[in-house]
């Protein structure tokens, strides 16, 4: 069974902390991507990677940046953390080919005071 | 704009009775389509797909129907059962575009009623 890791569920920072979410895959997939949930929003794309030091911004990559270092890990990170930040955060990993299923972590929810 | 559209927020249903999720979009390159299921505080979880060359997968409870022409799709689940309540999101992929993320609806929220 393919296992995606964050690691934290619960994490609560301040106003312009430096945040970490990590995750963690240990099917050698090539493809990570990031996510924010927010009620009536879905699912919303931060960043993604194909590849070790690749990454290619989503549909909100404002205020987070990403590092891939090793294929098995894409980290998130919050510049500067801020209210509007508060949300739930879920990392995903896949092949690039079939079968094409994005497997999610357990996400992080993060609240920011 | 949105590619990915699931127009119901939320449904409630009967335990026993058919579930019925729609989903539309709008991009003609989309040639394969999930759904995902959602529990509070929980990653989401494949459910079924489709690709664009049939119309119609089944798996157990879960049937996926796809109309081509009307950009449309829905997820059937027969009976349902309280366990099923839950977010669904609908997902769709351009594999012939290359290496596209996934394009998610902002999901509906079901309530399977005892």
């Known amino acids: 069974d393919v296992k995606v890791t964050q690691s934290s569920r619960y994490l609560v920072k301040r106003t312009g902390e430096k945040v970490f979410l990590e995750c963690v895959q240990d099917m050698d997939h090539e493809n990570m991507f990031w996510y924010r949930q927010d009620p009536g929003l879905g699912l919303r794309l931060i960043y993604f990677?194909?590849?070790?030091?690749?990454?290619e911004k989503g549909d909100i990559p404002e205020g987070y940046s990403v590092s891939r270092e090793k294929k098995e890990r894409f980290s998130l990170i919050l510049e500067s953390a801020s209210t509007n930040q508060t949300s739930m955060y879920l990392c995903?990993?896949?092949?690039?080919?079939?079968?094409?299923?994005?497997?999610f972590g357990p996400g992080t929810r993060l609240t920011v005071t | 704009d949105q590619q990915v559209k699931q127009n119901s927020p939320s449904l409630s249903v009967q335990e026993g009775r058919i579930s019925i999720l729609n989903c539309d979009y709008t991009?003609?390159?989309?040639?394969?389509f999930l759904w995902y299921k959602k529990y509070p505080a929980e990653g989401p979880t494949f459910l079924i797909s489709?690709?664009?060359?049939?119309d119609k997968n089944e798996d157990g409870r879960f049937t996926v129907f796809l109309n081509k022409s009307a950009k449309h799709l829905s997820l059937h689940i027969v009976p349902s059962q309280p366990g099923d309540s839950a977010v669904y999101f609908c997902?769709?992929?351009?594999?012939?575009?290359?290496?596209?993320?996934?394009?998610f609806g902002k999901g509906t929220r079901l309530s399977v009623i005892a």
């Open positions: 997902a769709a992929s351009a594999r012939g575009s290359g290496n596209t993320p996934l394009v």
């Open positions: 990677s194909y590849d070790v030091k690749m990454k």
């Open positions: 489709i690709s664009s060359i049939k």
């Open positions: 995903a990993s896949t092949t690039q080919g079939p079968p094409y299923e994005q497997y």
């Open positions: 991009n003609s390159m989309f040639d394969y």
